[in-house]
């Protein structure tokens, strides 16, 4: 049977091996909308499935041949998008539960009334109508994006501002601390932007030399200097029509700013040894680690230049701050790296889990991406549990609580670790923590770290 409904309500699969059953529900379905397909096998919901989208299953458990239970592991297996209303035809919970373990969202008990069978129904598409906007948001971060990951309010924050300020031509700031992802928003912003076909230059002002960095950056005419054999142009000819991404930016000189400030004002490029200038249409974004608020009152960047990178400015917050993103990466670089690598996805201990969202992540997402890389490889347990990951995390689930910790509590956990980087030896570790032995014991004692089996050490 089947009836091609009228409304887009929703195409639901019902199986069933008794006619009556299906004509019941056949009925009621397409009369509340629904597109219906019905089928009285396992075998022919399977060809089906393959054939015709579908977004609700509803089946029932006991049948010949085939049981329910195989078409919801058949379902979940190749279908991410396919919610599964189970029916049972007697009523043992073992049943539902088994059902609902495999995957199966929700269950209904013979005989059921019409009422329970819509509002049923009805929880499912809503499950999968949210399912799918998560999906879709996930989708178009990744894509659009580029692969930028969080769900916490913050990078919801950036993205809706990565979408705003790719529409414009603005010079954009991006701040945050290392490891954050800027170069990464810088990316997101010029391949969602109307330039996103021109190229995507990024410069590291820190990187290179002083006395280079002009030509670098504007070119040089031939001749101009020991070395300038061609006349060359620079990365602003490169990403002519595109974007510069000006990593970094804090390391300029003083007199390399004015020269950016007048490229940012008049559009226009001076190579090195030419008095004309040339027109360049290349978008700007610049990134900093540091404050340049603080440089400029200090008189280490220039005020203009300043004002003139900070048209639009987005700042990245440092990764313990985003607490709800910390669990999202985790899983995308595990899944990311077990890929990769061509092994099987480990889990994480409830244990495992805290230290990773409690750890303060100094070096931000770039520190995560690592540590699990080496996890996944490293990891020869399909476990990942406390003991497994880095020494330096592993001290920090004794007092938990990320940045609420005491000043007795932060000393004690550094000179945990200075202790497990020299394996226990306490002369050594007294010597690097500028203290005598007889201080660290005490140290340790009061924290009730005592342990008189290394006391010879
Ligand atoms: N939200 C995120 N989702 C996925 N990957 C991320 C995210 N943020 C950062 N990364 C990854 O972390 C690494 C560091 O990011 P990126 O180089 O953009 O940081 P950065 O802020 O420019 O750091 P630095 O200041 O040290 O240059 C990259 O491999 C990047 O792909
Ligand atoms: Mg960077």
């Known amino acids: 049977m089947n009836n091609k409904g009228i409304s887009e309500k929703g195409h639901i699969l019902v199986v069933d091996d008794s006619r009556d059953m299906l004509e019941v529900l056949h009925r009621n379905l397409t009369l509340q909308g629904y597109t219906t397909y019905t089928v009285s096998s396992v075998p022919e919901a399977?060809?089906?499935?393959?054939?015709?989208?579908?977004?609700?299953?509803?089946?029932?458990?006991?049948?010949?041949?085939?049981?329910?239970?195989?078409?919801?592991?058949?379902?979940?297996?190749?279908?991410?998008?396919?919610?599964?209303?189970?029916?049972t035809g007697y009523p043992s919970i073992q049943g539902a539960v088994d059902a609902v373990k495999t995957g199966a969202e929700e269950y209904l008990v013979k005989s059921f009334t019409d009422e329970?069978?819509?509002?049923?129904?009805?929880?499912?598409?809503?499950?999968?109508?949210?399912?799918?906007?998560?999906?879709?948001?996930?989708?178009?971060?990744?894509?659009?994006?580029?692969?930028?990951?969080?769900?916490?309010?913050?990078?919801?924050?950036?993205?809706?501002?990565?979408?705003?300020?790719?529409?414009?031509?603005?010079?954009?700031?991006i701040t945050g601390e290392s490891g954050t992802g800027k170069e990464l928003v810088a990316r997101a912003i010029h391949y969602s932007s109307p330039r996103a076909a021109y190229p995507f230059v990024p410069v590291n002002c820190g990187s290179i030399p002083e006395d280079l960095i002009e030509s670098e950056l504007f070119g040089h005419l031939k001749g101009t200097f020991t070395g300038?054999?061609?006349?060359?142009?620079?990365?602003?000819?490169?990403?002519?029509?595109?974007?510069?991404?000006?990593?970094?930016i804090s390391n300029t000189s003083l007199s390399m700013q004015i020269k950016l400030l007048r490229v940012l004002q008049d559009q226009e490029?001076?190579?090195?040894?030419?008095?004309?200038?040339?027109?360049?249409?290349?978008?700007?974004?610049?990134?900093?680690?540091?404050?340049?608020?603080?440089?400029?009152t200090k008189n280490e960047f220039r005020e203009d230049l300043f004002y003139r990178l900070n048209v639009l400015t987005i700042n990245l917050p440092p990764l313990r701050e985003r607490e709800d993103d910390i669990l999202l990466l985790i899983s995308h670089f595990v899944k990311k790296f077990a890929r990769e690598a061509s092994r099987p996805i480990p889990n994480f201990s409830d244990n495992a889990l805290r230290?990773?969202?409690?750890?303060?992540?100094?070096?931000?997402?770039?520190?995560?991406?690592?540590?699990?890389q080496r996890l996944v490889i490293m990891s020869e347990?399909?476990?990942?549990?406390?003991?497994?990951?880095?020494?330096?995390?592993?001290?920090?689930?004794?007092?938990?609580?990320?940045?609420?910790?005491?000043?007795?509590?932060?000393?004690?956990?550094?000179?945990?670790?200075?202790?497990?980087?020299?394996?226990?030896?306490?002369?050594?570790?007294a010597e690097i923590l500028g203290i005598d032995r007889?201080?660290?014991?005490?140290?340790?004692?009061?924290?009730?770290?005592s342990d008189t089996r290394n006391e010879e050490k």
């Open 46 to 87: 399977v060809k089906m499935l393959g054939s015709t989208p579908i977004d609700l299953v509803i089946t029932d458990l006991k049948m010949p041949g085939v049981g329910g239970l195989e078409l919801i592991k058949h379902v979940r297996t190749n279908y991410k998008n396919i919610e599964v209303l189970v029916i």
């Open 116 to 173: 329970e069978l819509y509002a049923a129904v009805e929880r499912a598409f809503s499950k999968l109508n949210m399912r799918r906007d998560n999906r879709v948001n996930l989708y178009f971060k990744k894509e659009t994006l580029q692969g930028i990951i969080g769900e916490s309010k913050a990078m919801q924050e950036v993205f809706d501002a990565i979408n705003k300020v790719s529409l414009t031509n603005a010079t954009v700031l």
């Open 228 to 248: 300038a054999i061609d006349t060359r142009g620079g990365f602003f000819h490169t990403a002519d029509m595109g974007t510069i991404f000006l990593d970094e």
């Open 269 to 296: 490029v001076y190579m090195v040894g030419s008095k004309k200038s040339q027109k360049v249409d290349v978008r700007v974004i610049a990134a900093t680690n540091v404050n340049l608020e603080k440089l400029v």
């Open 355 to 372: 230290v990773l969202r409690d750890y303060h992540w100094p070096g931000n997402v770039r520190e995560l991406q690592n540590i699990i």
């Open 381 to 429: 347990e399909k476990l990942i549990d406390v003991p497994d990951l880095p020494p330096i995390m592993r001290f920090s689930v004794l007092s938990g609580e990320g940045m609420k910790r005491t000043l007795a509590v932060v000393e004690t956990e550094y000179i945990l670790n200075v202790l497990a980087s020299v394996s226990g030896n306490k002369s050594h570790a």
């Open 438 to 449: 007889k201080t660290l014991r005490e140290k340790l004692k009061k924290a009730g770290y």
